[in-house]
C-alpha cells in the first residue's frame, strides 16, 4: 500500500488562508511592546499614575485619520479582549474600572503626534497615564484619563481605530505594578540605643562628681 | 602643718589661673546656649512637636549655669588671694551645686539627641504636615508650627522630604489626604522655584524630571543644626567640668592646708 501523495502547495495553504483572513479584516500587528519611560524620572510609577514611553514611528503605516487609543486593562482581561468594541461605550467606561468594566480606553490621538524621528535629544515626550484629576467623578467622560484606582497590575497596548473599525494594535505590554504607600505606623521609631558617647560622658561626669563629694566629706 | 611660702604661693597663683580660666568658660557656655536658644535654624516647631525638647532645656540650663560660674570664679579669686577659709567654704558649696546642674544639662543634651533619629521625624512629617482636622487647639499649633517650618526647609534647602521625594510616596500622610496623588505625588514646595516662589515646570516637577524638582531629602538640614545645639552644649560643658573638677581638687586642698 502506498500513501496517497499529498499535494505539494498543502503545507503552505493554511497558513496563508489563515493569513488573508487576518488582513482582510484589516487589523495590523505592530511589533512593539508599550513600556514604561526610559529617562530616570522621580514619578515614573505612583500610587495611582505611571508614565509610559510615546509610541513614536510605530504606527507609521496606519493612515492619518485613525485615532490611536491607549487601552489599560487588568491581565485578566487580556484573554478575551475585544477590540472591536468602541471607546466611550458603557464596556470601556474609565469610570467602572476595574469592578464592572476590566478595560478601558484613553488618551487618543492621530498618528501626527507620535512623528518620526523619535524624541530630539534633550526633550522628553512621555506619556502620564491618570493625570485628568479633573474628570475622575465626572460620568459625562467616559474615556478620561483619570487616575488609576488601586496599584494593579495593569496590563496596556496601543489600538489603532477608524471609521471602519481597528486598524493596528501594538503588543501587550508587561503588567505594570504601582506603588503600594505604607501607614506612617509602620515607621519604627524607637530603639536606637544610646550612642557610646552619651555613656562615656555620663559615667566620666558621675565618677569625677562622686570623687568631689567624697573629697568634700574628707575636708570636713 | 603650713606649707612653705614658696608652695602656697605656686598653689595660689594656679587656683587664680583655674579660676580665671572657669569665668571665661562660663561667659562663653552663656553665650554659646543663648545662641542656640535663639535657634537660628528656626527648627524649634519640629522639636516642640515631638514633645521631646529637652535639649533646648538643657540649653537653657547652660545659660544660667554659665553665669554662674562667672559669678563663682571671681568669688574664687577673692578666696583664694584674701586666704580666706569661709569664702573658700561658701565658693566650694556653691560650686558643687554648679556643677550638679551643668552635669545634668550636659548629660540631657547627650542623651535626647540620641532620640532625634530620620523615622522620628519622617513619622512626625507625616502624619502633621498640613494636616487639615486638627482636634484641639495645641494640635493646631503644632500642625501649624511643622508645616511653615517644612516648607521653609525646603525652600531654602532646595530639599524634599526626610529621605527624598520618595516619603511621600513610600507612605500615607495626613498631606495626602486633602491633596491627590495624581497631582501631587510630593508637594509642591519641592519643585524648583522661580524668583517670583512659583514651579518653573509644574509638569516636570510631578513628572520627576531631575533638575524641576528637589530630589535630596532634607535630612542633613534638619541633623547638622541640632548635632551643632546638642554636642556643643553637652561636650563643651563636659570640657569645662573636667577642668573645674581639677581647679576644685586644688581649692579644697589649699582649704585644708591653711590657717585661720
Avoid at chain 1, 18 to 36: D, I, M, N, S, W
Avoid at chain 2, 178 to 203: E, I, Q, R, Y
Wanted: hydrophobic letters at 40%.
Amino acid at each position: 500500500p502506498h500513501s496517497r501523495p499529498r499535494h505539494p502547495g498543502a503545507r503552505t495553504m493554511l497558513p496563508l488562508l489563515l493569513l488573508l483572513l487576518a488582513t482582510a479584516h484589516g487589523l495590523e500587528e505592530v511589533r512593539y511592546k508599550p513600556k514604561l519611560a526610559g529617562p530616570p524620572l522621580g514619578g515614573l510609577t505612583t500610587a495611582s499614575t505611571f508614565v509610559l514611553e510615546q509610541p513614536r514611528c510605530i504606527f507609521n503605516s496606519v493612515s492619518s485619520d485613525a485615532v490611536i487609543w491607549l487601552v489599560v486593562a487588568v491581565p485578566e482581561a487580556v484573554a478575551k479582549f475585544n477590540n472591536s468594541v468602541k471607546p466611550g461605550t458603557p464596556q470601556r467606561d474609565f469610570h467602572g474600572f476595574p469592578t464592572t468594566t476590566p478595560a478601558y480606553m484613553t488618551l487618543n490621538t492621530t498618528t501626527l503626534n507620535y512623528p518620526c524621528p523619535p524624541t530630539p535629544p534633550g526633550e522628553i515626550t512621555v506619556l502620564r497615564v491618570g493625570s485628568e484629576t479633573s474628570c475622575a467623578t465626572d460620568t459625562r467622560r467616559p474615556t478620561c484619563n483619570g487616575p488609576l484606582p488601586g496599584p494593579g497590575p495593569y496590563r496596556v497596548k496601543f489600538l489603532a481605530l477608524n471609521d471602519s473599525g481597528p486598524v493596528a494594535q501594538s503588543m501587550w505590554s508587561d503588567p505594570i505594578t504601582l506603588k503600594t504607600a505604607k501607614p506612617p505606623s509602620s515607621i519604627p521609631v524607637m530603639g536606637s540605643g544610646h550612642s557610646a558617647g552619651m555613656i562615656a560622658l555620663t559615667s566620666i561626669l558621675s565618677i569625677l562628681f562622686a570623687i568631689l563629694l567624697a573629697g568634700l566629706v574628707a575636708m570636713l | 602643718m603650713a606649707k612653705s611660702d614658696d608652695g602656697i604661693r605656686i598653689l595660689q597663683g594656679l587656683l587664680v589661673f583655674g579660676n580665671v580660666v572657669i569665668g571665661m568658660c562660663g561667659i562663653a557656655l552663656t553665650a554659646e546656649c543663648i545662641f542656640f536658644v535663639s535657634d537660628p535654624h528656626g527648627l524649634y516647631p519640629l522639636l516642640e512637636a515631638t514633645e521631646n525638647d529637652d535639649i533646648y532645656a538643657a540649653a537653657w540650663i547652660g545659660i544660667f549655669v554659665g553665669f554662674a560660674l562667672f559669678a563663682l570664679s571671681i568669688l574664687g579669686i577673692v578666696g583664694v588671694i584674701k586666704c580666706n577659709r569661709t569664702l573658700l567654704l561658701v565658693y566650694i558649696i556653691l560650686m558643687l551645686i554648679t556643677y550638679a546642674f551643668e552635669m545634668a544639662s550636659c548629660i540631657t543634651a547627650a542623651t535626647h539627641r540620641d532620640f532625634l533619629t530620620p523615622n522620628l521625624f519622617l513619622k512626625q512629617m507625616l502624619e502633621r504636615y498640613n494636616k487639615s482636622d486638627t482636634v484641639n487647639n495645641n494640635d493646631k499649633w503644632m500642625t501649624e508650627g511643622v508645616t511653615k517650618t517644612w516648607n521653609k526647609l525646603m525652600l531654602q534647602n532646595q530639599c524634599c522630604g526626610v529621605r527624598g521625594p520618595s516619603d511621600w510616596q513610600d507612605y500615607m500622610s495626613a498631606f495626602r489626604t486633602t491633596h491627590s496623588d495624581a497631582d501631587f505625588p510630593w508637594p509642591h514646595h519641592c519643585c524648583v522655584m522661580n524668583a517670583k516662589g512659583s514651579p518653573v515646570n509644574l509638569d516636570g516637577c510631578k513628572l520627576g524630571v531631575p533638575g524641576y524638582y528637589n530630589s535630596n531629602g532634607c535630612y542633613d538640614a534638619i541633623s547638622g543644626p541640632m548635632n551643632t545645639h546638642a554636642w556643643g552644649v553637652a561636650w563643651f560643658g563636659f570640657a569645662i567640668l573636667c577642668w573645674t573638677f581639677c581647679v576644685l581638687l586644688g581649692t579644697m586642698f589649699y582649704w585644708s592646708r591653711i590657717e585661720y
